[in-house]
């Protein structure tokens, strides 16, 4: 199968590409993103045929109706990953909170967050990719928390790839800078940059323009990737486990085939949401497709009132730090299945150029038709962290928390509903602990203390070893010397 743009085509681009093309060069004409010419078929015979599938069975399975140009022995190799989290037959465990309402949990990978359903997988195929054409790339990504370390995790060691992460030194929690300045491989380097996130992506960008940056690039034939959520060899694994977690529901005798149930997403840039979407419209039973969002409630506003209107909007830094964004990018993908690539492209430039565009009634139609959304505070969260915890004993992170929010604004709990978690309780302990005991400003580590001892349950041993683990990537540097440090490390 191919894949054509949602914003058409400017003819210097060919009409469609290859999955491997839409992978190494994941930006499309004027500015647009790639997507599947068609969308197979996952209705119920699918289904019932999968009944019984692993997890990786499944995948493979989904996989292979895309088509895609991607040897069955890569493939079959990327899947394997799946073996690394904590069960190797069940990486997403689907666990029963009460009456109707199941939580899956999508953080059982290496990096303790839901970034490694799509990184691990995507990774291996990258580097076969870049291997079979013998061509040399390199990922450059400015994070604040997760994408990093499961970027890091996903590439070490990998050939023909290199990675530089470049993270804000005033910007992280202990743990995810931990996960990221402890992480060796001659294939990366990750670099401190004094200041905060927007520091970091300030840096990356004058790189980016930077003509020396890109004259010394391709001297030493090295072309430029990124693994970031809009690529759809990201997306194409997060369809997977939405099939997966409905297949779960029958198998836990929760439902019967064919029932409708709701599946809700904490949601930032939109990948997440949109592995559901398409699961949807390939077939799978699904009522409404929730959006949780944090206090950055544009997704919110767009659902509600078919506006999506950033002009006057400034990013709230909340305490689900992974879903604070204004630009969802994602958001194209639904734009272009619902209404096609000429009017895509018209909301797409209004909302590069004025910061806003507007749906007509019509259009708000079928978008509400698919999604509900609201939005949670920090407050209200750290509510809900403390509540699901003292009524079910469930820990959650932040993220997490935003759904309890919609499920209750926007859910009918006569009917199912799947909460994805989105990241371990480890990844954010001094908001959990801050909910659950009241204490305030700890460090991660007495914040993990804190929590295991409340809780009772164990700090895992990849979070606790973090601790004691050489750090072998201190470089911090002044944003202005991030050119020199990269090409030196290059
Ligand atoms: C990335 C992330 C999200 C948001 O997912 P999107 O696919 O960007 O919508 C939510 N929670 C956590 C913990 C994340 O890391």
Redesign the pocket.
Same mark, same amino acid.
């Given at each position: 199968m191919n894949f054509i743009q949602t914003r058409g085509c400017d003819e210097n681009k060919p009409q469609s590409v290859t999955f491997s093309q839409a992978i190494l060069s994941p930006i499309a004409s004027f500015g647009g993103l790639y997507v599947p010419e068609s969308l197979p078929d996952f209705s119920e015979d699918f289904l019932d045929s999968h009944i019984n599938s692993s997890y990786k069975k499944l995948a493979s399975d989904v996989l292979s109706r895309f088509e895609i140009d991607i040897d069955k022995t890569v493939i079959d190799e990327a899947l394997a990953l799946y073996d690394k989290f904590d069960d190797a037959k069940n990486p997403v465990p689907v666990v029963k909170l009460k009456e109707n309402l199941f939580i899956s949990e999508l953080y059982h990978g290496p990096t303790r967050? *839901?970034?490694d359903m799509a990184l691990q997988p995507f990774g291996k195929i990258l580097s076969s990719i870049a291997q079979a054409r013998d061509e040399n790339y390199l990922i450059l990504a400015a994070t604040s928390?997760?994408t990093g370390p499961a970027a890091l995790e996903t590439f070490k060691n990998q050939k023909n790839v290199k990675v530089v992460c470049i993270y804000p030194a005033d910007g992280t929690s202990d743990v995810q800078r931990l996960q990221m300045v402890t992480e060796e491989a001659p294939n990366l380097k990750v670099i401190g940059i004094k200041g905060n996130f927007d520091d970091a992506q300030s840096a990356l960008k004058t790189l980016l323009a930077s003509p020396n940056f890109n004259e010394a690039l391709k001297d030493k034939h090295i072309s430029l990737s990124a693994a970031n959520?809009v690529n759809f060899g990201r997306i194409i694994f997060q369809i997977v486990y939405h099939i997966h977690n409905y297949l779960e529901l029958v198998r836990q005798n929760a439902i019967t085939m064919g029932e409708k149930i709701y599946l809700n997403v904490?949601?930032?840039? *939109?990948?997440?949401?949109l592995g559901g979407f398409y699961a949807k419209e390939m077939g799978l039973p699904v009522e409404k497709l929730v959006i949780s969002s944090n206090e950055n409630n544009i997704l919110t506003r767009l659902v509600q009132t078919g506006i999506y209107d950033i002009r006057d909007s400034k990013l709230i830094q909340t305490t689900?730090p992974?879903?604070d964004i204004l630009k969802s990018s994602n958001v194209e993908r639904v734009l272009y299945s619902l209404y096609g690539a000429t009017r895509t492209r018209e909301l797409m430039e209004s909302l590069d150029k004025e910061n806003i565009y507007t749906l007509t009634a019509d259009e708000l139609k079928k978008l509400q038709e698919i999604f509900v959304a609201d939005y949670c505070s920090d407050s209200e969260g750290k509510e809900y962290i403390k509540t699901v915890f003292k009524e079910y004993g469930y820990l959650m992170?932040p993220?997490t928390a935003t759904c309890f929010k919609t499920y209750e604004t926007k859910s009918n709990p006569d009917i199912k509903t799947v909460i994805y978690s989105?990241?371990e309780w480890t990844k954010f302990s001094p908001v959990i602990a801050n909910a659950l005991t009241g204490e305030n400003g700890a460090k991660d580590i007495v914040a993990l203390e804190a929590i295991s001892k409340e809780a009772n349950v164990k700090i895992p041993a990849m979070i606790d070893g973090l601790f004691s683990k050489k750090i072998v990537h201190d470089t911090v540097i002044e944003k202005t010397d991030i050119e020199k440090e990269i090409l030196h490390f290059l």
């Open positions: 967050a *839901f970034k928390g997760d959520s904490p949601s930032g840039n *939109f990948g997440n949401v689900s992974a879903m992170d993220h989105t990241a």
